[in-house]
């Protein structure tokens, strides 16, 4: 509704005389891609990760919104999100015909709240730094449920976000050989090219080849529940921890919902992930558990040697919250 009458067009009231400048006074903070992709690093995602995730147990978790622009190729995640202290909401997108014009496809932004009066205080682009954000959650479900000893990895997908999996994964575990599985052979042996450069052990694989090999898999692809499944459950050996990294909207799939019967299921925030997760296409009796009741010792994670563990990611807006606070902080800036 629209304001009429004199009260719309009075002066706004004096602001408090003490807390944070106002935005008219101090500036809208602006912090650049290119700053944050500087300052942010493995270490800083994951301990940003811990936090985050164990801040769900006693905090407000609030779910992801994934809708679409004017083209519905076009899409795009709301991830609003909360602390005693700070609230935020992360704007990622997807825009696949980016690449023709030389920009990547996924971008990330978050809005920081002034909290004193609802205002937008800062503003952060967060394109490189939501890669290492999404992989921090990776790893630290990899180093909460996957056996202590593994050492074979296998990376379903060869996009931009994949080689973050295998760099976070192989913080946390003794990994000494990548398998990278994708649809596109030469993509995958560009993808394995580049992480040998870096001084890992990797090599292209097929799908059973990987899931026989594998102590830990990684999905992070865009398949979609109308595609066939990325590999065949039975393929899975007992003892595999596997992350699912890209089922994030309705109507996304990685994994054979018959694996579903063998696992123990973890996720970020169950209802969420049975709206827009991997979890969304598993059986009604499956119990999910959330990953940050784990990382406090609130419920357990791998039982038996033999578990096959999965962590639905389908991302929440404390992961983002957090990994801007610690950049702020490295840049000495305390909202």
Same mark, same amino acid.
């Given at each position: 509704?629209?304001?009429?009458?004199?009260?719309?067009?009075?002066?706004?009231?004096?602001?408090?005389?003490?807390?944070?400048?106002?935005?008219?006074?101090?500036? /809208? =903070? *602006?912090?650049?891609?290119?700053?944050?992709?500087?300052? +942010?690093? !493995?270490?800083? %995602?994951?301990? #940003?990760? &811990? @936090?985050?995730?164990?801040?769900?147990?006693?905090?407000?978790?609030?779910?992801?919104?994934?809708?679409?622009?004017?083209?519905?190729?076009?899409?795009?995640?709301?991830?609003?999100?909360?602390?005693?202290?700070?609230?935020?909401?992360?704007?990622?997108?997807?825009?696949?015909?980016?690449?023709?014009?030389?920009?990547?496809?996924?971008?990330?932004?978050? /809005? =920081? *709240?002034?909290?004193?009066?609802?205002?937008?205080?800062? +503003?952060? !682009?967060?394109? %490189?730094?939501? #890669?290492? &954000? @999404?992989?921090?959650?990776?790893?630290?479900?990899?180093?909460?449920?996957?056996?202590?000893?593994?050492?074979?990895?296998?990376?379903?997908?060869?996009?931009?976000?994949?080689?973050?999996?295998?760099?976070?994964?192989?913080?946390?575990?003794?990994?000494?050989?990548?398998?990278?599985?994708?649809?596109?052979?030469?993509?995958?042996?560009?993808?394995?090219?580049? =992480?040998?450069?870096?001084?890992?052990?990797?090599?292209?694989?097929?799908? !059973?080849?990987?899931?026989?090999? #594998?102590?830990?898999?990684?999905?992070?692809?865009?398949?979609?529940?109308?595609?066939?499944?990325?590999?065949?459950?039975?393929?899975?050996?007992?003892?595999?921890?596997?992350?699912?990294?890209?089922?994030?909207?309705?109507?996304?799939?990685?994994?054979?919902?018959?694996?579903?019967?063998?696992?123990?299921?973890?996720?970020?925030?169950?209802?969420?992930?049975?709206?827009?997760?991997?979890?969304?296409?598993?059986?009604?009796?499956?119990?999910?558990?959330?990953?940050?009741?784990?990382?406090?010792?609130?419920?357990?994670?791998?039982?038996?040697?033999?578990?096959?563990?999965?962590?639905?990611?389908?991302?929440?807006?404390?992961?983002?919250?957090?990994?801007?606070?610690?950049?702020?902080?490295?840049?000495?800036?305390?909202?």
């Amino acid at each position: 509704m629209t304001d009429t009458g004199p009260a719309a067009h009075s002066a706004p009231a004096s602001p408090p005389s003490s807390g944070p400048l106002l935005d008219a006074e101090r500036g /809208l =903070l *602006f912090v650049a891609e290119e700053q944050t992709a500087v300052l +942010v690093d !493995e270490e800083l %995602a994951l301990e #940003a990760a &811990r @936090t985050a995730f164990a801040a769900t147990v006693e905090g407000v978790v609030f779910p992801s919104l994934a809708v679409h622009g004017s083209d519905p190729r076009n899409q795009f995640t709301l991830k609003p999100s909360a602390s005693a202290t700070h609230a935020g909401v992360k704007i990622g997108t997807y825009w696949p015909d980016n690449l023709k014009c030389g920009l990547p496809r996924h971008h990330s932004t978050l /809005l =920081l *709240f002034d909290q004193r009066i609802g205002r937008i205080a800062a +503003v952060l !682009e967060l394109g %490189a730094a939501n #890669a290492y &954000r @999404t992989a921090a959650a990776d790893a630290l479900a990899v180093d909460l449920l996957a056996p202590t000893d593994a050492a074979a990895l296998a990376i379903f997908g060869t996009g931009h976000q994949a080689a973050y999996e295998a760099r976070a994964v192989a913080r946390v575990r003794p990994i000494g050989e990548i398998l990278v599985v994708g649809r596109d052979k030469g993509r995958a042996a560009l993808m394995a090219a580049a =992480l040998t450069a870096e001084g890992r052990t990797a090599r292209v694989a097929g799908a !059973e080849e990987a899931c026989a090999s #594998a102590d830990v898999i990684v999905t992070a692809t865009t398949t979609r529940a109308e595609d066939p499944p990325l590999f065949e459950a039975d393929w899975v050996r007992p003892g595999t921890h596997l992350s699912c990294m890209g089922a994030d909207a309705p109507g996304k799939r990685e994994l054979p919902p018959a694996l579903f019967a063998r696992a123990r299921v973890f996720c970020d925030l169950p209802e969420q992930a049975r709206r827009m997760g991997e979890s969304q296409h598993a059986p009604e009796d499956t119990v999910l558990i959330p990953l940050g009741e784990v990382l406090t010792q609130r419920a357990k994670g791998r039982t038996d040697d033999r578990d096959i563990t999965v962590f639905d990611s389908s991302g929440i807006g404390l992961q983002d919250l957090y990994l801007a606070l610690a950049l702020l902080k490295k840049m000495d800036i305390f909202l």
